[in-house]
């Protein structure tokens, strides 16, 4: 009889789990789950260059700088429902609250039926004064 590497074992226990797993959930649970897999995935992809890299390229004290190192992964190609940058139909609504109250949401994040944002963008090392600046920057060239 021959004997299963460890891989093969942990791939085999995987399947069988996800397979298990598969038949007491939902089809609207699966679909879910599958989506948050996918965010994840794309969070994960688009977060590791900042996470490994040793230096940054713009001047993350001003808003240009902090959008193009921290926001752009989000707001340049729309994840998790964020308006895309320059996109004044998606701003509009925004724009309309205000600059501050747009601020107030980016530093407290937000979660509403068009989308998710965490605190801050997910990075707590900012200070309210950089997102603040980062939305500036975002709004301009959103109006």
Not at 35 to 51: D, E, Q, R, S
Not at 56 to 66: F, H, L, R
Not at 126 to 140: F, G, P, Q, R
Request: aromatic share 10%.
């Amino acid at each position: 009889m021959r004997s299963l590497s460890t891989t093969q074992n942990a791939s085999l226990s995987l399947t069988c789990t996800s397979t298990y797993v598969s038949h007491y959930r939902s089809e609207a649970q699966q679909k879910k789950a599958f989506m948050m897999k996918k965010f994840f995935t794309l969070a994960l992809v688009l977060g590791l260059p900042f996470v490994f890299s040793s230096t940054v390229v713009a001047d993350n004290t001003q808003g240009q700088g902090i959008y193009m190192n921290f926001c752009a992964p989000c707001h340049a190609s729309g994840v998790a429902g964020a308006p895309k940058v320059g996109d004044k139909a998606a701003w509009q609504g925004r724009v309309n609250k205000g600059e501050a109250a747009m601020a107030a949401l980016a530093i407290k994040g937000f979660q509403g039926s068009s989308g998710f944002m965490p605190a801050k963008g997910g990075n707590s090392a900012l200070t309210d004064k950089e997102v603040t600046s980062a939305t500036t920057y975002m709004v301009e060239r959103s109006k």
